[in-house]
């Protein structure tokens, strides 16, 4: 029951009657529990789960069950659920209960999915190796001793180690398709706008973006479909129609017109491996007959540099709110009000939120707003403008996720910066807002996953998940 990928097959099975959602949920609970050394969930909703369980079990029988009936998902602890806490990984929301339910969870219960609980992340959702969670870290299911990425690293070593059949994460530079890199699994990030952000706790707003984690494109696809689409609760949520994925529609055999930037098969800081692979997996669509060429695009070094200057800034001006006195946690030993907030944002934030507050008030400061801030967000606009050329030209954009293998938990991470450049291949996809998905195709140094990474222009959802399943087909 916990060990099936594939959507149409679990409901094929519960229709036969192999098994029952209630069984089913007792499995996942069982083996959640064997698994608690991962520290992939922050809360377990046992309860919840078999009740749902027992609903879509009558659904079923009489026919009435919902498109995702019985899919077992899990939830990022930064997306809020009515009378369950949710605390984006943080000492400051640790005590929250929401009154209302994303919308993007509120359409999978919808559609009758078992949400099974909430996903440990790094706090706020800032970070790159599921470390910076006020619930410790998160081990990833390959090696328990390597991580299994950030920030939605709960959500990928969940699905990776089939506690859950899917499940939910954020992607603001990369925390969807990185922790998918490193876990083996699939992860995807639409379009800005596709899937609504209403209930997402906001970490930098323009970015910010939902998406799922699967094993199986069926799944993947399914999800996506269920969550896009307009939400009146929403401003930037599309009101484009989103078309049905249809995979078995996907047309295999037309040629496709595939760019990949020289600069990232020539970056330093690509392992050996993944690059061989990649050259290697360029030479396979070749032979298939699609057009693959290296284009240059020199705004490269740029893009880290451009996303952590907006993505900061705007992390300053959300996580103002969490002062003590309007929202989160508040520090018992005050004094008057300056105290309240001092102690309170010392005591609640963790140190990787601190210093992204810091850098995003120092570049909105006075004297600093122009030379940084506005420059950036003009850099912002010249690489989507150069990236909407590209795809004029080609179908899709393809790399690796990331630069190399996952790392290990205890690996040294004093330098800021180099933590940073993890998302050196992810950033480009939520500066231009454009869907992107990591498949598990390449292995790098010690046989370890990374993901092979397709871009395709906004609001090609379609195309590319027909594309990125013939990929995982062939």
Known sequence: ?????????????????????????EAFLERIQGHASLNAFVEVFAHDARSRATVIDAKLNHGTAGKLAGLVVGIKDNMVYRHHKGSAGSKMLAEFESL??????????????????????????MGSANKFSHYGPTHNPVDNKRTPG?????????????????????DTGG?????????????????????????????????????????????????????????????????????????????RDTPRRIAYFKEVLENPKLDEKVKKQTQDYLARLREQGHEVEGVN????????????????AEASSNLARYDGIHYG???????????????????????EVK????????????????????????????????????????????????????????????????????????????????????????RGTGKLPVGLQLTAPRFAEKALFQFAHGLLQR
Do not use: W
């Open 355 to 442: 210093r992204r507050i810091l850098l995003g008030t120092f570049v909105l400061s006075s004297g600093y707003y122009d030379a940084y801030y506005g420059k950036a967000q003009k850099a912002r606009r010249l690489i989507a403008d150069q990236t909407e050329e590209l795809f004029k030209r080609f179908d899709f954009l393809i790399s690796p996720t990331t630069p190399h293998p996952a790392f290990l938990v205890e690996a040294e991470s004093s330098d800021p910066t180099a933590m940073y450049l993890e998302d050196i291949f992810t950033v480009h996809a939520n500066l231009t807002g454009t869907p992107a998905i990591s498949l598990p195709l390449l």
């Open 175 to 251: 925390s969807i398709r990185q922790p998918a890199s490193f876990t083996g699994t699939l992860g995807f990030k639409p379009s800005y706008g596709r899937i609504s952000r209403h209930g997402l706790v906001a970490f930098a707003s323009s970015f910010d973006q939902i998406g799922p984690l699967a094993r199986s494109m069926d799944t993947l696809s399914a999800l996506y479909e269920v969550m896009a689409g307009p939400d009146e609760y929403d401003s930037t949520a599309t009101q484009q129609a989103v078309a049905p994925v249809a995979l078995s529609d996907a047309d």
């Open 150 to 170: 950030g920030s939605s690293g709960g959500s990928a070593a969940a699905v990776a180690a089939r506690l859950v059949h899917a499940s939910l994460g954020s």
């Open 100 to 125: 209302f339910t994303a919308t993007a969870v509120q359409r999978l219960l919808d559609e009758d999915a078992i949400v099974i609980g909430r996903l440990n992340c790094d706090e706020f959702a």
């Open 329 to 351: 946690y508040r520090s018992e030993e005050v004094e008057n009000l300056e105290t309240v907030y001092k102690r309170s944002r010392t005591e609640g934030f963790g140190p």
């Open 1 to 25: 029951m916990t060990d099936i990928d594939s959507l149409p097959v679990l409901q094929e099975k519960l229709q036969n009657g192999a098994f029952t959602c209630t069984e089913m949920i």
């Open 297 to 312: 695009f020199p705004l490269l070094d740029y893009l880290v540099p451009t996303y952590y200057i907006l993505s900061t």
